[in-house]
């Protein structure tokens, strides 16, 4: 009788370990607080969202370099900022009818495969996922979703991805699926309190910040990582660091980092 006792009081210990361990999100090491808005391509002239903006950003030393994710009709996974790849709408063509068409540097639409295989390569610069709301459905979103974090597991990049969106069921989702896993919320519109007990971080517009002058300071005593997006103002960037936020969001990597290295 001891025995079966000691085991259950085993089992309950373990378990509770487990989900005590389960709740905790992963602390990704970033190099710096720059993150590479849709890569590098302002001041290099990549296509934004390009395989060539993303290698910019990884050889200039970001900390991050931000992507957005849509899923075309035959649920083919690419890379680009607007829910229309040059005049094409994503989410109703085909990925092959969607290579018709061609960026300014020769590159097709990348696939989010062939974008992560080129962003893991290397160890430096975190990948800064944007899961796409999708105009379809609320299905389709989770869908995207799921199959993001598919696609990260595959290639074991858990550790070196962090997951945005705009749509707080996405968040949800993606924080059921993968519970250690940074994620950021994008809306603006949830309380540091809110965000921290669904064990999100905010990723907000900078005018959300400015208008709440302790915003930073009340998420940094809840332990609710800060970023905002899309700084390119020099006086911004200085304000967001005299607060010490934790990342900024730019078009302007070039000019950041300069401000960090000095």
């Given at each position: 009788m001891k025995h079966i006792l000691l085991s259950l009081l085993v089992a309950v210990f373990v378990s509770g370990c487990s989900t005590?361990?389960?709740?905790v999100t992963t602390s990704i090491p970033f190099m710096n607080k720059v993150i590479a808005h849709r890569g590098a391509f302002k001041n290099t002239g990549a296509p934004e969202n390009s395989i060539a903006s993303l290698k910019a950003a990884i050889a200039m030393g970001c900390g991050g370099t931000e992507f957005d994710i849509h899923m075309t009709s035959d649920e083919v996974l690419v890379v680009n900022h607007d829910d229309k790849f040059l005049g094409m709408e994503i989410e109703t063509n085909t990925y092959q009818q969607l290579l018709s068409k061609t960026l300014p540097n020769g590159e097709k639409i990348p696939t989010l495969?062939?974008?992560?295989?080129?962003?893991?390569?290397?160890?430096?610069?975190?990948?800064?996922?944007?899961?796409?709301?999708?105009?379809v459905s609320?299905?389709?979103s989770l869908r995207l979703a799921t199959k993001v974090v598919e696609l990260v597991r595959r290639f074991k990049g858990q550790a070196q991805t962090v997951y945005i969106?705009?749509?707080y069921?996405?968040?949800?989702?993606?924080?059921?699926?993968?519970?250690?896993?940074p994620v950021q919320y994008l809306n603006g519109d949830a309380s540091a309190e809110?965000?921290?007990?669904?064990?999100?971080?905010?990723?907000?517009?900078?005018?959300v910040f400015q208008k709440d002058k302790n915003w930073i300071k009340n998420a940094k005593t809840l332990g609710v990582k800060t970023n905002a997006w899309t700084v390119n103002?020099?006086?911004?960037?200085?304000?967001?660091?005299?607060?010490?936020?934790?990342?900024i969001t730019t078009n302007e990597p070039e000019l950041l980092l300069k401000?960090?290295?000095k």
């Open positions: 005590q361990k389960a709740a495969e062939a974008y992560l295989k080129e962003g893991y390569g290397q160890k430096k610069t975190i990948m800064v996922a944007e899961i796409k709301t999708s105009k609320k299905d389709r969106a705009f749509d069921d996405v968040c949800k989702k993606v924080r059921e699926l993968e519970p250690r896993a809110k965000l921290k007990a669904d064990k999100l971080d905010a990723d907000y517009h900078y005018s103002d020099e006086k911004i960037m200085d304000d967001f660091l005299a607060q010490g936020i934790d990342f401000k960090l290295s």
